[in-house]
Nanobody, 123 residues
Framework: QVQLVESGGGLVQAGGSLRLSCAAS????????MGWFRQAPGKEREFVAS????????YYADSVKGRFAISRDNAKNTGYLQMNSLKPEDTAVYYC????????????????WGQGTQVTVSS
């Protein structure tokens, strides 16, 4: 098992930036594909980005491509989501997740989830 704890959320104006962190503990972090998802009120949880075990491959939802960057530091057992040019529609609870499945981009493929961190973007 792996335990995940997100941090770094908050309130930011449109056009601003935030960096989310996801600290992992438990089993070896390098075994896991890591993903970020988000859920806005009244909406389903949606895929944001994922990164392979070594960090060599990344995938993004079209809505965040070019604005968000996912990364990981395996030596620190930590993943990151750098969010730039934020828009009000990015407002949501952001979750990091982990899975042993490579190339996973759907929530159902992830087995471990953090508690979420709120990101609010004001217009």
């Amino acid at each position: 098992q792996v335990q995940l704890v997100e941090s770094g959320g908050g309130l930011v104006q449109a056009g601003g930036s935030l960096r989310l962190s996801c600290a992992a503990s438990g089993r070896t972090f390098t075994l896991y594909t890591m993903g970020w998802f988000r859920q806005a009120p009244g909406k389903e949880r949606e895929f944001v980005a994922s990164i392979s075990r070594t960090g060599g491959s990344t995938y993004y939802a079209d809505s965040v491509k070019g604005r968000f960057a996912i990364s990981r530091d395996n030596a620190k057992n930590t993943g990151y989501l750098q969010m730039n040019s934020l828009k009000p529609e990015d407002t949501a609870v952001y979750y990091c997740a982990a899975t042993l499945r490579p190339g996973a981009n759907y929530a159902r493929e992830y087995d471990y989830w953090g508690q979420g961190t709120q990101v609010t973007v004001s217009s």
